[in-house]
């Protein structure tokens, strides 16, 4: 693992953009239970039971009382090591970017800036009628499914759920991200969920280095450059150098 880590350093602290790709993975250490892995099922119901428009118009009350279980995990979660390297790798290279699945907001809590969402933000409501999205923190909800405060109808996560597609402008920031980047990290995610799970094929195709880092293997792994397996929050912080007020 040393010297493939010796690699991947190399590889980073020649490059001037850098593009991260994220998932769940990232966020285990800080207690935020996978989706496909140990703890990932809340009441014996997997995401892809719950996560989709004919979950939500069957039983809205189910499917908002999952999100107000995940919103109570993640409130009480910290951002950990893997996300603060990531942030402070923001820090040193001129253009960074990164790409998350994840709806946490741990990449923000830990300082990352130049960050595209994918697949939404569970402290947003999307009002079903209107689409008026709004920020809202509270754990729990005062009211449960939470309603529109401009049209009183009912709101929804700003989460994109199962067979629904990611808005091109999304698409396209990431596509582009991709395009200009020297190198490619993708860290923490299973790759069997799309279009996430091509964007680094996708790097490859336009001849761009890929390093995965994951705890397991992928079905993509055997296509990147470099797969480094074990947690990110131990891998990530020894991809670069600790910047002394020397240098
Ligand atoms: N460090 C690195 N990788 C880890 C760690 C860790 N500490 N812990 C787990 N992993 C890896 C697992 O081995 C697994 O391959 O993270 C991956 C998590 O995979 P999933 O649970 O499938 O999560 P993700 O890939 O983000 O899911 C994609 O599916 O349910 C939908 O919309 C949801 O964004 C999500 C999407
Ligand atoms: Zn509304």
Redesign the pocket.
């Known amino acids: 693992m040393e010297k493939e880590i010796l690699n991947a350093k190399k590889i980073i602290d020649d490059s001037t953009n850098v593009t991260v790709l994220t ?4 966020s ?2 800080s207690g935020i239970p ?4 140990e703890n ?1 099922l809340w009441r014996n119901f997997r ?1 892809e039971d719950l ?1 989709t428009p004919e979950a939500f118009s069957k039983d809205p009350q189910l499917v908002w009382e999952w999100y107000e279980w995940r919103r109570k995990i993640v409130r009480d979660a910290k951002p950990n090591p ?1 996300h603060y390297a990531l942030a402070e790798l923001e820090n040193q290279i001129p253009t960074f970017t990164l790409i998350t ?2 709806i946490d907001g741990l990449h923000q809590l830990a300082g990352s800036r130049n960050i595209i969402e994918m ?1 939404g933000n569970l402290w947003q409501v999307r009002c079903t009628k209107c689409g008026k999205i709004e920020h809202n923190h509270e754990v729990p909800f005062k009211e449960l499914p939470p309603m529109c405060n401009k049209c009183n109808s009912i709101g929804r996560p700003n989460i994109v759920w199962f067979g629904e597609i990611i808005p091109m402008t999304i698409i396209d920031s990431a596509l582009i991200a991709i395009e200009k980047c020297d190198v490619m990290l993708i ?7 799309e279009p ?1 799970a091509s964007l680094g094929l996708i790097a490859k195709q336009t001849g761009k280095p890929v390093i995965e ?4 293997r ?1 079905p993509n792994s055997g296509l990147y450059d470099l797969s480094i397996f074990g ?3 131990e891998i990530l912080p020894l991809l670069y150098s600790k910047k002394t007020h020397l240098n």
């Open positions: 998932g769940a993975g990232i285990a250490e996978t989706f496909r892995g990932g995401s996560a893997g699945q994840n697949h860290v923490g995610t299973s790759g069997v969920v996430a880092i994951n705890l397991e992928t947690k990110s929050g």
